[in-house]
Structures are given as C-alpha cells and as structure tokens.
C-alpha cells in the first residue's frame, strides 16, 4: 500500500464549478501538507501548505486537514478554464530538527475546466 | 516566487553520450533534491542534498550522480545517456520544510 493515495483523474467539470480534490495517506508522521499545481511540461509550483487539522484559504482555494481520518483536501471555489493543471499533495516528515525532511508526492489528479 | 533554475530546458542527445544538467537556486537554501518524472506519472526522488559536500540517494535508484561544492549549485550528471534516461528531471530547493521547483530538463536519449 502507497503512503499517500490520489485519484488520478481526470476530473472534468464545468467552469465555475466547486472542485474537491483529495489524498488519503497512512502515515501518522506526516507533520505538514502541501498542495502543488503542475502544468503540462512545466515544474509543480506551490499552492498552499499548512501544519494543523482545519482549513486554511487562500483567494479560490482552500486546503483542508483531517489527522484523524488521514484525510487531505483542496478546494477550489469558482474554477476557471486556468486551473487545469494537475494537482499533486505533497505530505512532509520530519526525521530530525533542521535535518533531513522527507517529502511524500501524490501520484497527482488532472483536472480540466471546461469554458 | 521560488527563484531556482535548470538548463537545458529540453536536451535531445545520442546513446552513450555524457550529459550534465544544470539547476541553481539564489535563494540560500540548503536543502536540494532530484526528481525523475514520466509524462502523466509521480515524481520519484532520485538524489537529495543537505548542504555543501552532502549528497544522498533517493528513493528511485538511478545510474546519475550529483555534486553539492556550491550552496546554490546542485548539478546532476550521467556519465553514458541511455534511451531508458529519457524523461523530465525535475530540480527542487528547500528552506525551512516547503520545496520548490524548477522548470524541468525535458531529456531525450535516442
């Protein structure tokens, strides 16, 4: 079984939909989580990150942590045809302070916004 | 906005030929990584670098090396490209936890 699990998609919605995208993952040391967006042929580039359970916003987007379930969200309000991309969580543990950190990627969900 | 770099963007080179991808970050941070990525597929770490004269392999073994002599500079090197080296190579820099990356070595190896 992976650490993390995504679906890979695709997921086509229409534009100004909600979009929900989700991790579950079983590794109870993951301390932070991450949201990247990927562009076809281009590097991930961050989109939120956050340590606690709850829900943290930012503009159309809102990252959402549950420790207890493992689970990991991100949603995105409004969606625009630009948000198609692939989405990849990422959860990072510590090994040791100041030391290596070990980050953990989701295999990633394509999303596709359709005008 | 991350501040790191990778040339070539796309390199397209024979079989047996030895071949150095670049990255460099000016952002002073200490920890660099290596990532192997096939179109639609994750990413696998492949090397890791805590600091200056630090390196580590990753996840995913890979026939690559690396060298860290320079804070920002953290290049990767095949010694004889294969056709099975061909993917994007992904460059990632880290501060305090968060990673960014660069653009990507799209790499062909015919």
């Known amino acids: 079984q992976k650490e993390v699990e995504q679906d890979p998609g695709p997921l086509s919605v229409p534009e100004g939909a909600i979009v929900s995208l989700n991790c579950t993952y079983s590794?109870?040391?993951?301390?932070?989580f991450m949201w990247y967006r990927q562009y076809s042929r281009k590097g991930p580039e961050l989109l939120m990150y956050t340590y606690s359970s709850g829900n943290k916003e930012d503009g159309r987007f809102t990252a959402q942590v549950d420790k207890s379930s493992k689970y990991i969200s991100l949603f995105i309000r409004d969606s625009q045809p630009s948000d198609s991309a692939t989405y990849l969580c990422?959860?990072?543990?510590?090994?040791?302070?100041?030391?290596?950190?070990?980050?953990?990627f989701g295999t990633g969900t394509k999303l596709q916004v359709i005008p | 906005e991350a501040d790191i770099y990778q040339t070539p963007r796309y390199l397209v080179i024979g079989t047996g030929k030895k071949i150095t991808l670049e990255c460099s970050q000016t952002?002073?941070?200490?920890?660099m990584y290596w990532y192997q990525q096939d179109p639609g597929m994750e990413l696998h770490l492949i090397h890791y670098?805590?600091?200056?004269?630090?390196?580590e392999k990753g996840d995913l073994s890979s026939e690559s090396t690396v060298s860290r002599i320079r804070t920002e500079h953290f290049p990767l090197t095949l010694e004889s490209a294969r056709p099975s080296h061909t993917s994007q190579y992904l460059c990632a820099s880290a501060g305090i936890e968060t990673q960014y990356f660069g653009p990507g070595t799209r790499l062909l190896v015919l």
């Open positions: 590794n109870s040391a993951f301390q932070y």
């Open positions: 952002m002073g941070h200490d920890k």
């Open positions: 670098s805590y600091g200056v004269n630090s390196t």
């Open positions: 990422a959860l990072g543990e510590k090994r040791y302070s100041g030391g290596y950190q070990k980050v953990t």
